[in-house]
Nanobody, 128 residues
């Protein structure tokens, strides 16, 4: 059974940093493209970045380039999202999701990830 569990969220002051984790079980995360998404109150879920399955290339939304970094730890079957520096507009629930097929590349569109392939999310709040 595919399971993803996010962790690492919390309350952080502007300018601070966080590293979110997306731990996988039931499948080898390395073989699949993994996306990171966020949803702020009253807004649609948006893709912030993803890491490709075949070459670990990373892709980011223009709004977060230079501040978000995605990496993969194959030994821990975990993908990370580093955010630095955090800004108040980063306040949201952050989710990771896995693509359903082991194909090259990855996708920033939430609709590309089936509903059963998402984690439960972790809350990030940026406030002074």
């Amino acid at each position: 059974q595919v399971q993803l569990v996010e962790s690492g969220g919390g309350l952080v002051q502007p300018g601070g940093s966080l590293r979110l984790s997306c731990a996988a079980s039931g499948f080898i995360l390395d073989y699949f493209g993994i996306g990171w998404f966020r949803q702020a109150p009253g807004k649609e879920r948006e893709g912030v970045g993803c890491i490709s399955s075949n070459d670990d290339r990373t892709y980011y939304a223009d709004s977060v380039k230079g501040r978000f970094t995605i990496s993969r730890d194959k030994g821990k079957n975990t993908v990370y999202l580093q955010i630095n520096p955090l800004q108040p507009e980063d306040t949201a629930i952050y989710y990771c999701a896995t693509e359903p097929l082991a194909v090259a590349g990855c996708d920033l569109a939430p609709a590309s990830y089936p509903s059963d392939y998402w984690g439960q999310g972790t809350q990030v709040t940026v406030s002074s």
